[in-house]
């Protein structure tokens, strides 16, 4: 059974290029469009896998993460960012807010793929 | 010249400083952010218009030798090679076509930015304006300066708010992918 991937970011374009690229390696991916969709999303179907940005309206990633991370099934779910940010004081933000992974914006499609394979295979 | 007369020009003095710091500094921020915006799009449309003109190219050529194929001709190793790693080379192009497309996830937050910029500037003309409204030309020296005062705080308040709100978070130059980290 295909993994199930959680794609949360306020950009419908983005969404659409993190969608295309994962479902061609054969992953399930559901949308959100920030971080409180994220947030509803992940309590109505346990997801594999989390992708989120971190700047959009309503709830950015960290919020999100943190908010995961209180959930029950979600204290292990691995957490990717993926945003614009690139420096280090967002980094250690979200690894100490529970991310796994941070991945600078532009993604190359291929990369991803192969972060997201390292990480739940 | 008086003590009064002093102060009033003192005021007077902070105040058009002010106004021409907060001016500056953020205009300079409007343009970097435009320039970076300028420079993001010319390299997505450079690359874009490249990886369309690749997969156009690949496509042409996978259907010239559909066409062989279906005019009867064996193909050579060469060609039944060729048409295996056609699929991989549009892969590759559209790859790339999806990692200069992210150009709009990046202008579109330098251009809010921008935008939020412009409406906090339009408001902190407004403010300098109303404040202005209540200085009469009979109002006298004390008064004046009082609204000076009054003016120059809301105005560093407002100039506070609107530096806090708009932190910079593209730093990019270029549509190149991004470093991953995993923790």
């Known amino acids: 059974m295909a993994k199930t991937i959680l794609a949360v970011d306020d950009s419908s374009s983005l969404r659409q290029m993190v969608a295309f690229s994962l479902k061609a390696a054969g992953y399930q991916v559901v949308e959100a469009v920030d971080g409180q969709d994220g947030l509803e999303k992940a309590k109505l179907q346990t997801v594999d896998l989390v992708l989120t940005d971190q700047n959009m309206p309503k709830m950015d990633g960290l919020t999100l993460i943190k908010s995961l991370r209180g959930l029950p099934g979600y204290q292990k779910t691995p957490i990717l960012m993926l945003t614009t940010e690139s420096s280090e004081d967002m980094k250690t933000k979200g690894r100490a807010a529970g991310a796994n992974g941070w991945l600078v914006k532009p993604f190359d499609p291929q990369r991803l793929i192969e972060v997201v394979k390292k990480v739940i295979g | ?183």
């Open chain 2, 1 to 183: 010249m008086t003590t009064r007369k002093k102060i009033l020009g003192s005021h007077v003095k902070r105040l058009l400083s002010g106004v021409s710091d907060h001016g500056r500094r953020h205009l300079s921020e409007v343009e970097t952010d435009l320039v970076q915006t300028t420079l993001l799009l010319e390299e997505a449309v450079e690359k874009l218009t490249s990886s369309f003109m690749a997969i156009h190219h690949v496509v042409d050529s996978r259907q010239e030798a559909i066409n062989r194929l279906l005019a009867g001709q064996a193909p050579t190793a060469e060609e039944s090679a060729c048409l295996t790693g056609m699929s991989g080379e549009i892969a590759g192009h559209v790859n790339a076509a999806v990692t200069s497309m992210q150009f709009q996830d990046m202008t579109s937050q330098l251009l809010d930015r921008t935008l939020r910029r412009v409406t906090g500037l339009r408001d902190f003309l407004t403010t300098l304006s109303e404040h202005g409204d209540g200085i009469l030309p009979e109002s006298d020296g004390d008064e004046i300066v009082e609204r000076l005062g009054k003016v120059s705080m809301a105005l560093a308040i407002q100039s506070l708010e609107l530096r806090s709100m708009l932190r910079k978070s593209v730093e990019q130059r270029h549509l190149e992918s991004g470093d991953v980290e995993l923790f």
